[in-house]
């Protein structure tokens, strides 16, 4: 054979293997990736629905426990969690020992203290569920009932680095005052019949308090993550300004990617892969506000990016806000487990697991419609954004194996 008719033989064979990778990955069931990827799909989906009013049985240990052994370096819970239902019940549940105000930050919330000593922030509601957000994306007061519905989603992705997040109803008289701090407790007023506070925070002001329906107030509870395990905080490549007329980097800079794969700690290990991930579930969500993230003290790299403070999501259903996926689109690579999720969870799947995971939850129900339905109009988008990519560079350059799984203590 010429060596020009070797060279055509060789280019079609290239391009058949690089058809078949997209295939593959495109939601087939031909490559191994594919079917180990598929598998823990199928465990996601049989874990999905929760038992209200579970219990725990068989042990000694308080939920509290199993939830801080679940920890590890690259997953807040792990892939199969028979004993969720009970610890996401007991936190719903629970006798609250000491309230406080909250931890540094910009919006309003409570320390919580749980019967056995396990520590909680309490986010209030602020919007009914068909309020929308008007303005910038990252407008408005925390929207609680994101949380709880950032969090199932994060099990849905298979992603597993948000803590554990359940809505909560409590009674400010019985529940809170009695056992508040005086610093809490200075922050109570009444506008009507309804009790309400402000606490303490950046934004925090008696003329914007919190309000409950009389004396009852929903809102969500997110578990806190281990003393064992002590937070580093970092400051988001591609966070915002928030100052009208200047413009971060990687907003008018197309290589941007380039400089950032150069700084540690995304020039090796898995963070910069985190961050891009990150990037999806932010855009699914509507977060334009991960101005900084968090990881694991002294890891050298390897923990996982923590999927804290999600409660700037799901503000417009109309909004796609497209730069929160810079990251992704600058950078045109993404995990190949990832994909193969993403890919799943087309055609309605995604805002129909939405719903089978959030009808467990004790403010059902969490989302309106209109942001379930964004949720698989937004999907669309990021699987879009990654083909433009695989077809800009090819797929073996966008699509990377990177199924790091550190081991628990």
Not at 172 to 191: G, H, N
Request: glycine letters at 8%; charged letters at 25%.
């Amino acid at each position: 054979m010429k060596l020009k008719q070797r060279m055509v033989v060789l280019c079609a064979v290239l391009l058949l293997l690089g058809l078949a990778k997209i295939f593959l990955l495109d939601g087939g069931e031909g490559s191994a990736a594919s079917r180990r990827d598929l598998r823990a799909f199928r465990k996601m989906e049989a874990g999905l629905s929760l038992s209200r009013g579970a219990r725990l049985t068989n042990t000694l240990q308080s939920p509290w426990e199993i939830a801080s052994q679940w920890v590890g370096p690259r997953e807040v819970y792990p892939e199969e969690t028979p004993e969720l239902a009970a610890v996401l019940t007991a936190l719903s549940s629970a006798r609250i020992e000491r309230a406080d105000v909250g931890y540094k930050g910009t919006q309003l919330k409570a320390l919580l203290v749980l019967d056995g000593g396990q520590k909680v922030v309490f986010k209030p509601k602020r919007y009914n569920r068909d309020y929308v957000v008007e303005g910038e994306p990252y407008a408005g007061y925390d929207r609680h009932n994101a949380e709880v519905a950032a969090f199932h989603l994060d099990r849905i992705l298979g992603y597993r680095r948000a803590p554990l997040v359940v809505g909560r109803y409590v009674n400010l008289r019985t529940e809170i005052k009695p056992v508040a701090t005086d610093q809490l407790l200075s922050t109570f007023l009444m506008q009507g019949n309804n009790t309400c506070f402000y606490g303490k925070c950046y934004y925090c002001r008696e003329s914007e308090p919190a309000c409950a329906e009389g004396e009852i107030m929903e809102g969500s509870l997110t578990l806190w993550l281990p003393d064992v395990w002590p937070l580093q905080k970092h400051r988001h490549p591609w966070g915002r300004t928030y100052r009208e007329g200047k413009l971060a980097r990687w907003e008018y800079d197309e290589s941007y990617c380039e400089a950032v794969k150069k700084m540690p700690p995304y020039d090796a290990g898995p963070r910069l892969l985190d961050v891009i991930d990150t990037a999806i579930f932010d855009y699914l969500i509507g977060n334009a506000d991960r101005h900084h993230y968090e990881s694991f003290q002294d890891d050298g790299g390897a923990s996982m990016l923590i999927l804290l403070d999600n409660a700037k999501s799901f503000g417009n259903p109309a909004l796609d806000e497209r730069s929160i996926l810079a990251p992704l689109y600058q950078c045109c690579m993404v995990r190949v487990s990832t994909w193969n999720r993403l890919n799943l969870l087309r055609s309605g799947a995604l805002s129909s697991a939405m719903r089978q995971a959030l009808a467990f939850d004790p403010i059902h129900p969490v989302l309106a419609e209109p942001h379930l339905a964004a949720l698989d109009r937004r999907l669309s988008g990021v699987i879009a954004t990654i083909k433009q990519c695989m077809e800009a560079q090819g797929p073996d350059n966008t699509l990377i194996e990177d199924r790091m799984n550190l081991p628990h203590p």
